[in-house]
């Protein structure tokens, strides 16, 4: 799946490759979803909204805690 990575040092947006499994949005909280930076598996409602892998109108993908926190995704 195609989305798109914000480049903060060219001010601009990079074509990103997604992991197989990753979602910006679920109804079911509990569903498995992968993290759409590292594709780790993870609960849905546990996931954070990525401030960099976005959407082609800038909804964000969901991350794991690790990549939200410790790579500022």
Request: proline share 3%; charged share 25%.
């Amino acid at each position: 799946m195609q989305a798109r990575i914000w480049n903060e040092t060219k001010g601009t947006y990079d074509p990103y490759e997604l992991p197989e499994g990753s979602s910006k949005y679920e109804n079911d909280m509990d569903v498995i979803v992968s993290c759409a930076c590292c594709s780790k598996k993870i609960t849905y409602g546990d996931a954070y909204t990525s401030h960099k892998i976005h959407d082609h109108i800038g909804f964000g993908y969901a991350v794991c805690g690790d990549c939200y926190f410790d790579k500022g995704m």
